[in-house]
C-alpha cells in the first residue's frame, strides 16, 4: 500500500458508521454526475493518452498550402493531411509511422497528400526546435526529397523525449548524401528559427494544444479535425469521409 492509500484508509477508519454511509452516498452522487455531464469522445478528434485535447479548435485557420511547404505525394491530391509534429514526441513518431502507412496506399493512389508542419513544444522538448531547424537545412540542400528523407531518419532513430543525442544530426545529414559541412554552417544559424515559429503560431491559432495534431481538408475545402497520435483504421475513416464529401 503507497502512503496516499494508506493515509485514506486510515482517515475513514476513523469516521463513525453513519458519516461513513453519508459521505459514501455523496461520492457515489458525485461520480453519477461527473459522468453524466462528461462529453462521449469522438473517435475522430480523441488525444493519444498523455496529449491535451483542442478544445478550441478553428480548423478555418489553418495557413493555405503553398509551394513553401513540405509535401508528401501529389500536391493537387483531392485530401490533404496537414500535420504539426514535434520531432521528439513519442506520439508523433508513433503517428508518423501510421502517416508512412497511410501514404503507401492513399499516396500511391494519388488521393491523400502528407503537409509537414513544426510545432516544437519546447516545454516539453527542449531538443525539438534545433532539430526542426535541422530538418530545413536539409530541405536547403536536397529539397523536399531531402527534407523527407531527414524527417525519416530522425523519427526511426529518436528514442523521444529529448533522447536524441544532437551529435546524431549531422550524422543524419551524411547518412542521406547532404554535404555536412554545409548542413552544419546552416544548423549553427538562425536563418529558418522565423520558419519553425510560423508553422508553431499557425498550430496554436488552429486549436493545437497538443502533438500531433493534424487537419484533414477534403476536396470541397471542407476541414476535420485529428488530433493524437490515432490509429491507421481511424485515419483510413476520417479519410474516406473527406474524400466522400465532394
Known amino acids: 500500500m503507497d502512503k496516499e492509500?494508506?493515509?485514506?484508509?486510515?482517515?475513514?477508519?476513523?469516521?463513525?458508521?453513519?458519516?461513513?454511509?453519508?459521505?459514501?452516498?455523496?461520492?457515489?452522487?458525485?461520480?453519477?454526475?461527473?459522468?453524466?455531464?462528461?462529453p462521449?469522445?469522438?473517435?475522430?478528434?480523441?488525444?493519444?493518452?498523455?496529449?491535451?485535447?483542442?478544445?478550441?479548435?478553428?480548423?478555418?485557420?489553418?495557413?493555405p498550402i503553398g509551394a513553401e511547404d513540405h509535401i508528401r505525394g501529389n500536391p493537387d491530391a483531392p485530401v490533404k493531411v496537414v500535420m504539426y509534429s514535434d520531432t521528439e514526441c513519442p506520439f508523433c513518431k508513433r503517428f508518423h509511422n501510421t502517416m508512412q502507412e497511410l501514404m503507401s496506399t492513399y499516396g500511391a493512389e494519388g488521393k491523400v497528400a502528407w503537409v509537414y508542419r513544426h510545432f516544437p513544444l519546447d516545454q516539453l522538448h527542449k531538443k525539438a526546435r534545433k532539430e526542426a531547424v535541422a530538418s530545413e537545412c536539409a530541405a536547403e540542400q536536397g529539397g523536399n526529397d531531402a527534407f523527407w528523407a531527414y524527417m525519416d531518419r530522425m523519427m526511426e532513430i529518436t528514442p523521444s523525449n529529448d533522447g536524441l543525442d544532437s551529435a546524431e544530426l549531422p550524422k543524419i545529414a551524411a547518412f542521406i548524401g547532404l554535404d555536412v559541412t554545409?548542413?552544419?554552417?546552416?544548423?549553427?544559424?538562425?536563418?529558418?528559427?522565423?520558419?519553425?515559429?510560423?508553422?508553431?503560431?499557425?498550430?496554436?491559432?488552429?486549436?493545437?494544444?497538443?502533438?500531433?495534431?493534424?487537419?484533414?481538408i477534403g476536396p470541397n475545402g471542407k476541414k476535420y479535425e485529428l488530433s493524437g497520435a490515432q490509429p491507421i483504421d481511424a485515419v483510413r475513416q476520417l479519410v474516406d469521409i473527406a474524400l466522400a464529401d465532394k
Not at 14 to 27: C, D, E, M, N, R
Not at 43 to 61: C, D, R, W
Request: with cysteine; hydrophobic share 45%.
Open 182 to 216: 554545409k548542413f552544419n554552417a546552416c544548423l549553427s544559424s538562425d536563418k529558418y528559427a522565423k520558419r519553425v515559429q510560423d508553422d508553431a503560431d499557425n498550430a496554436l491559432k488552429t486549436g493545437g494544444q497538443g502533438t500531433p495534431w493534424s487537419i484533414v
Open 40 to 63: 462521449a469522445p469522438n473517435s475522430a478528434n480523441v488525444a493519444a493518452p498523455g496529449q491535451p485535447q483542442a478544445q478550441s479548435a478553428n480548423l478555418e485557420a489553418v495557413r
Open 5 to 38: 492509500t494508506h493515509i485514506a484508509a486510515s482517515t475513514e477508519s476513523k469516521l463513525s458508521t453513519p458519516v461513513a454511509i453519508l459521505l459514501g452516498a455523496l461520492i457515489i452522487a458525485g461520480a453519477v454526475l461527473v459522468t453524466k455531464y462528461m
